[in-house]
């Protein structure tokens, strides 16, 4: 029988397009200061998709904070914060959409055993 020859394979992880290793993940600013990350908000729509999903709004902030987050890994710091912008947008729509739920909630029962 023959032996097969066996050569190592390397595979290459790293995003192909404009990716650079030695490139900051996040732009400077002038002055050589680096700009600070955009904001995923991640635990914040865990906490908005556990216990205050109104209207599945939860759901749609945590799909928009991981996106963030993985903009934000990638180094494309413009899309990653516009996702935060628009997750912390849904985390506060609801915030409040809960909070006037729950208010109703304990108007009707405090009317009805009443």
């Given at each position: 029988?023959?032996s097969?020859?066996?050569?190592?394979?390397?595979?290459?992880?790293?995003?192909?397009?404009?990716?650079?290793?030695?490139?900051?993940?996040?732009?400077?600013?002038?002055?050589?200061?680096?700009?600070?990350?955009?904001q995923?908000?991640?635990?914040?729509?865990?906490?908005?998709?556990?216990?205050?999903?109104?209207?599945?709004?939860?759901?749609?902030?945590?799909?928009?904070?991981?996106?963030?987050?993985?903009?934000?890994?990638?180094?494309?710091?413009?899309?990653?914060?516009?996702?935060?912008r628009?997750?912390?947008?849904?985390?506060?729509t609801?915030?409040?959409?809960?909070?006037?739920?729950?208010?109703?909630?304990?108007?009707?029962?405090?009317?009805?055993?009443?």
């Open positions: 029988m023959q097969a020859s066996h050569h190592p394979v390397a595979i290459h992880m790293q995003p192909h397009s404009g990716y650079e290793p030695s490139a900051p993940p996040y732009p400077s600013r002038a002055g050589g200061v680096a700009a600070p990350p955009p995923d908000h991640v635990l914040w729509s865990l906490f908005s998709f556990s216990f205050l999903n109104a209207c599945c709004l939860g759901f749609a902030a945590l799909v928009y904070s991981i996106k963030s987050r993985d903009y934000k890994v990638l180094g494309y710091s413009e899309i990653a914060a516009t996702y935060g628009i997750s912390k947008s849904l985390n506060i609801a915030l409040i959409l809960s909070i006037i739920f729950f208010i109703v909630f304990i108007i009707i029962i405090v009317y009805y055993s009443a």
